[in-house]
Each structure stands twice: as structure tokens, then as C-alpha cells.
């Protein structure tokens, strides 16, 4: 079963609901899709990590070989290629690694070779795995790192995985939940937060996934984002109040649910209505 994670921005408290998920359910993956600054594990502190690279294919080209028909270019629709004074350049940086340069080459004048784009970790805590993975600095996308994380065979041995996508609706995050069974939804209770909540729900509502959402900071007194959800008719699986100890606990990388029994049965509520929801199908 996975469980992805989402919010409409970053500091709504994504992270945090992730972590301390996968911290009460025990026996879980946790993995941080999140990959242009992943914050998990500085929470789940995993150990024994290994570190593995993430490569995508890039064209190369041998100059002995190529008479400069063009072909590669003119296939070429990111613009990746350029004939320039009798020779053939690459551009790696907006190279979308399709290998349809090397195919379409009528003299076998282009191959290819790996290009490092971002690492994977994997280690423990506890009984909670932890991948995480990062993607280069100036990478135009963090993609392949995802495919990386999520395409790990451990993943569908593991009986629930938490995905901490990435924040807002990019392409990121579409990759990050095109395969899970359910998103939780986290927003603030202000109007900026029902608008970062409108993105995602726009977002699952367009992949048919089933949602709920959890309201984090709630304070008494007026609620835009509660007020949203019940006009929309989705179900509000918690609310995490603001509260200074979670703060505190949170600034300090620490995990509530091991150190707070409220937590731990706020967190604990909510896992049992998420698996519930993820094995029925119900939105």
C-alpha cells in the first residue's frame, strides 16, 4: 500500500505528517521524493545508509563518423543538437535522454554514455527504511531521481510506503503519485493556504486518486481551509493543532510520535483511517 503526501507549498507541514506516519506505523518505508531539498531524514536519522548514483543516457559523438546529414537534429525537439561549422554539438543540459538521436544516426556516428544527474540514500531507523534521494545542482529535472527512488523492488515488498513528494503540483509531483493508493492533503488554515490547497486538490482530482486532508496550525476561530473542504465535501481526517511543544519538537528534528503520547495517538488515528480509506478505494 503507498501513501503519498502532498501540500501546495513547502512549509504547510508535509514533512512532518510523512515522518511521523511512517514513525507510528512501525514496520513502513518512508521515502523522500522531495529530491531538490530533501528534509526527512534529518527526522528519521536513518542508519547503515548506502549511496547509490542516478545516470540517465546522454548522446555522444564520434566525429570520424559523422558526414553531417543532420538527421539527429532535425529529430531533435528540445533543441539539444546543433550542427556548427562541420560539427556536431550537444547540449547535455536540455538532453531529455530519448536515444532517438542515436537510432535515427544513419552511420552509428552517435552513442551514448551515462550522465550522474543525483544520488539515492537507504538506511534504517528503527523499523522504518528511509530512501531519500537528491538531485544535482542545475539539473533541469529531478525526475529520473524519483523514478530511482520509487522503482526500488524493496518498495513492493514493503506492506505500506509513505511518499513525501515534492511540494506544489509540478511534474515532480505528478511522478511521485501516479502509482499510490491514496493522498493525504496537508494545508494551513489561512486564505493563502486554501489556495496551495486548491492546487493539489485540482491536481488528484485530475488523476482520480482518493484524498483526504489533514489541517496542521489550526487554531480556534475562523478556518478558510476547513471552510473549503466542506464546501467541496473532502473528508478532514485530522487536525493537528499549533502548538509550541510540536514546534519545538519539529525545529529540533525530532519525532513526535516517539516522544509525545498525544502524538502518538493523533498519528496512530490517522494511519488506521488512511489504510482503512486506501484499502476501500474511497475518495
Not at 25 to 50: M, W
Not at 92 to 100: A, K
Not at 237 to 253: M, Q, T, V, W, Y
Not at 272 to 277: I, K, M, P, S, T
Request: aromatic letters at 6%; charged letters at 25%.
Amino acid at each position: 500500500m503507498k501513501i503519498a503526501v502532498l501540500s501546495g507549498k513547502g512549509g504547510t507541514g508535509k514533512t512532518l505528517v510523512a515522518v511521523n506516519l511512517a514513525a507510528v506505523a512501525r514496520a513502513a518505508t518512508y521515502v523522500d521524493c522531495d529530491v531538490e531539498e530533501p528534509n526527512g531524514h534529518l527526522f528519521l536519522k536513518p542508519e547503515a545508509v548506502s549511496v547509490e548514483d542516478v545516470t540517465v543516457k546522454i548522446p555522444v559523438v564520434d566525429g570520424s563518423l559523422c558526414t553531417g546529414c543532420r538527421d539527429c537534429v532535425e529529430f531533435c525537439r528540445f533543441n539539444a543538437l546543433a550542427y556548427i561549422r562541420g560539427r556536431l554539438i550537444i547540449f547535455e543540459e536540455i538532453c531529455h535522454s530519448c536515444g532517438g538521436c542515436r537510432l535515427v544516426c544513419p552511420t552509428g556516428a552517435v552513442t551514448e554514455k551515462d550522465k550522474v544527474v543525483g544520488i539515492i540514500r537507504r538506511g534504517q531507523s528503527g523499523e522504518v527504511r528511509v530512501h531519500s534521494g537528491i538531485m544535482n545542482i542545475g539539473e533541469e529535472s529531478g525526475i529520473p531521481v524519483i523514478n530511482g527512488l520509487l522503482g526500488h523492488e524493496e518498495l513492493s515488498e514493503s506492506p505500506l510506503v509513505i511518499i513525501d513528494s515534492p511540494p506544489g503540483s509540478s511534474c515532480n509531483v505528478m511522478e511521485s503519485i501516479r502509482d499510490v493508493d491514496y493522498c493525504l492533503l496537508v494545508a494551513e488554515p489561512t486564505l493563502f493556504g486554501v489556495h496551495n490547497l486548491n492546487m493539489v486538490y485540482e491536481l488528484v482530482t485530475v488523476f482520480e486518486k482518493p484524498f483526504g486532508v489533514v489541517l496542521n496550525k489550526c487554531l480556534e476561530g475562523e478556518n478558510p481551509a476547513e471552510d473549503f473542504c466542506n464546501e467541496k465535501g473532502i473528508e478532514i481526517l485530522a487536525r493537528i493543532p499549533f502548538d509550541h511543544d510540536l514546534g519545538k519538537l519539529n525545529s529540533e528534528a525530532r519525532i513526535a510520535v516517539r516522544e509525545n503520547e498525544d502524538y502518538r495517538g493523533l498519528f496512530a488515528a490517522l494511519l488506521g483511517r488512511l489504510v482503512e480509506l486506501a484499502e476501500g478505494g474511497a475518495a
